[in-house]
């Protein structure tokens, strides 16, 4: 992480960033494995998850198996969960929104747990780099750059016409963010 790799990104610039970084081939049938047993352990607090990936999952636990209403509490109980089974980490992000809770569980990896709290959204999102965003990769970047866009703040004050107008559908997508 210190070299700017993270998991997701190709290995070749991940080699560019760190030529002295050893890399052990994939054994996709164990990361498998541990994906199985990781949702399994989610589905035991909440019939309502999403996978979206072998390790990305969203959770809705307004209504948890265990009845209890601090999510920070209950994010913590996962996180042990999870790495008592299968001696992994966790990342957890607690919002009131599926893109926003992405944010947060991205923010302080590799074992971090964020808390966006309701009616705060606005105030955290202010100042956080547009590649933040989920979807949010260098090209679009790049574009928001070039026009002044450098924080999601500064995304709030375009117009939806004018996102619309450079970026089509997706546009409207980064409005409604």
């Not at 002295?20 to 990781?38: G, M, R, V």
């Amino acid at each position: 992480r210190q070299f700017g790799i993270h998991s997701a990104m190709p290995s070749s610039r991940a080699r560019r960033l760190c030529p002295q970084a050893i890399f052990i081939p994939p054994d996709f049938e164990k990361y498998s494995a541990a994906s199985k047993t990781i949702m399994s352990i989610l589905r035991n607090y909440t019939p309502l998850v999403e996978q979206v990936s072998l390790d990305e999952a969203y959770l809705d636990v307004m209504e948890n198996k265990l009845r209890i209403d601090d999510p920070v509490e209950l994010a913590k109980l996962i996180k042990q969960h999870i790495f008592a089974a299968t001696r992994l980490t966790a990342s957890a992000g607690i919002a009131t929104a599926m893109f926003l809770a992405k944010i947060a569980s991205d923010f302080k990896k590799p074992d971090g747990l964020t808390v966006i709290p309701p009616r705060k959204e606005v105030v955290f999102l202010k100042d956080l780099p547009v590649r933040k965003l989920p979807g949010v990769g260098p090209k679009t970047e790049e574009t928001l750059h070039r026009i002044g866009v450098r924080a999601c703040g500064d995304l709030r004050e375009m117009s939806l016409q004018n996102l619309q107008g450079r970026f089509g559908k997706w546009g409207t997508h980064l409005s409604q963010m």
